[in-house]
C-alpha cells in the first residue's frame, strides 16, 4: 500500500495566482480530511468528506479556498488569488471510516511568492 | 481557546534515558492519536487510542477520557526518536471525526 500519495509535494505561486493541490487518500479509505501547518498556527483542520461527500467545512477560509472530491481515489483542494498568508505545508489524511484512525500524506509545501 | 494542551513544548534527553509528554484537552475527547514528525516533515502514525494503554517497543502511550489527558512514554531513548512529536484528538459527542491538535513537542536526543 502506497499510503497517502500528495502532489505536487511543492509548489511556488505568485500573489494572486491559484494553487490546486491534490490528494490521492489509501485505496479503500471512505474519509479524507484536509490540514494545513504553519509555524504560527500549527496544525488546523479545514475539511473533509466521507464516502465523496462534504462533512464539515468548518475549518476553510471562506473566500479563496474551496475543496472537492470528485470520485473516491482523488480530492483536491484549490486557492484562488493566492496571499503570503496562504503560504504552508497542506496535508491530506484519510481513514477507513469516521472515527478511526487517521494517515497522512507527505504534504504539499506551498510557497506564495 | 485551544482544546488540546499539549507540554512541554521541547525536551532534551540522552541516549538511554527516557521522559513522558502529556496532553491536556480541554473538552470530551473520544480518541487521541500520538505521532511523530521526522526530519523531512511526514507525520509518523506512532498510537491510536480509544481509552487504556498501547505499548510499542520502547513507546508507551495512555489515553485517559474521563480525566481528559493521555500521556505518551519514551524509555531508553535512541538518536532516531529526535523529531517533533504531537497529540491529536478527535471531540466526542457526534461532533465529527476532526483532529484538533496540540502544539507538539520538539525532542532531541544527543549521544
Known amino acids: 500500500n502506497a499510503g497517502v500519495i500528495q502532489t505536487p509535494r511543492h509548489k511556488v505561486t505568485g500573489k494572486g495566482q491559484e494553487a490546486t493541490l491534490w490528494c490521492e487518500p489509501i485505496?479503500?479509505?471512505?474519509?479524507v480530511f484536509w490540514y494545513r501547518q504553519t509555524i504560527v498556527q500549527g496544525l488546523e483542520f479545514l475539511t473533509y468528506?466521507?464516502?465523496?461527500?462534504?462533512?464539515?467545512d468548518s475549518g476553510m477560509p471562506k473566500e479563496r479556498f474551496s475543496a472537492q472530491m470528485p470520485n473516491q481515489s482523488h480530492s483536491t483542494l484549490k486557492i484562488q488569488s493566492t496571499q503570503p498568508q496562504d503560504s504552508a505545508v497542506y496535508l491530506c489524511?484519510?481513514?477507513?471510516?469516521?472515527?478511526?484512525?487517521?494517515?497522512f500524506g507527505p504534504g504539499t509545501r506551498l510557497t506564495v511568492l | 481557546g485551544d482544546q488540546v494542551e499539549q507540554s512541554p513544548s521541547a525536551l532534551s534527553l540522552h541516549e538511554g534515558t527516557g521522559s513522558a509528554l502529556r496532553c491536556n484537552f480541554t473538552?470530551?475527547?473520544?480518541?487521541v492519536q500520538w505521532f511523530q514528525q521526522n526530519s523531512r516533515g511526514s507525520l509518523i502514525n506512532l498510537f491510536y487510542?480509544?481509552?487504556g494503554t498501547k505499548e510499542n517497543g520502547r513507546l508507551k502511550s495512555t489515553f485517559n477520557s474521563k480525566e481528559s489527558y493521555s500521556t505518551l512514554h519514551i524509555r531508553d531513548a535512541q538518536l532516531e526518536d529526535s523529531g517533533t512529536y504531537f497529540c491529536?484528538?478527535?471531540?466526542?459527542?457526534?461532533?465529527?471525526?476532526?483532529?484538533?491538535f496540540g502544539k507538539g513537542a520538539k525532542l532531541t536526543v544527543s549521544p
Open positions: 487510542l480509544a481509552s
Open positions: 485505496s479503500g479509505h471512505s474519509a
Open positions: 468528506f466521507r464516502n465523496q461527500a462534504p462533512i464539515d
Open positions: 473538552t470530551t475527547m473520544r480518541a
Open positions: 491529536a484528538a478527535e471531540a466526542g459527542g457526534g461532533t465529527g471525526s476532526k483532529l484538533s
Open positions: 489524511a484519510s481513514s477507513s471510516g469516521l472515527g478511526e484512525e487517521q494517515y
